[in-house]
């Protein structure tokens, strides 16, 4: 069951501009930025600007505009940082056996170097 959306989140304060981040995007419904541990050459996350836990609340209560404006946002990053290409991977950890340890939605970005079959 996906948690109620908790304003404390950090990703929450950095989308208040209350925690500085290093910004790659930004429009009206998605911001992506550097992860501060970055697993890959390019580690970049992208978030939708609603408050969203995960997928699942994300899939059942986003309007078809914020879904739509979030997908396209993560496309467009990958574009802009030449990743399109070479290739890349999305990630997204849902949930306590995703692993997901920030509980504001967000998809990971991962490119810059051959990735192998998968990151666990
Ligand atoms: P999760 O395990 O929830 O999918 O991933 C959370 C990600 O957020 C991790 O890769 C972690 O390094 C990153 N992260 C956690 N705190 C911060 C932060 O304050 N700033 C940034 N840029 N990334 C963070």
């Known amino acids: 069951a996906t948690l109620p959306y908790d304003p404390g989140n950090i990703f929450a304060k950095i989308l208040r501009g209350e925690i500085p981040c290093k910004r790659v995007y930004e429009d009206e419904w998605a911001l992506a930025f550097h992860d501060i541990a970055p697993q890959a ?3 970049v996350l992208v978030i939708p600007k609603g408050e969203y836990v995960a997928w699942d609340d994300f899939s059942a209560r986003a309007s078809a505009e914020e879904i739509a404006g979030f997908v396209r946002a993560v496309g467009h990053v990958a574009r802009e940082l030449g990743l399109v290409e070479p ?5 997204a950890n849902l ?3 995703g692993g997901q340890e920030v509980p504001h939605l967000h998809v990971h970005l ?6 192998g079959r998968m990151i666990s």
Do not use: A, E, T
């Open 41 to 43: 050459p390019v580690h």
């Open 87 to 91: 290739g890349y991977r999305l990630l």
């Open 95 to 97: 949930g306590g056996d």
């Open 110 to 115: 991962f490119g810059g170097r051959p990735l």
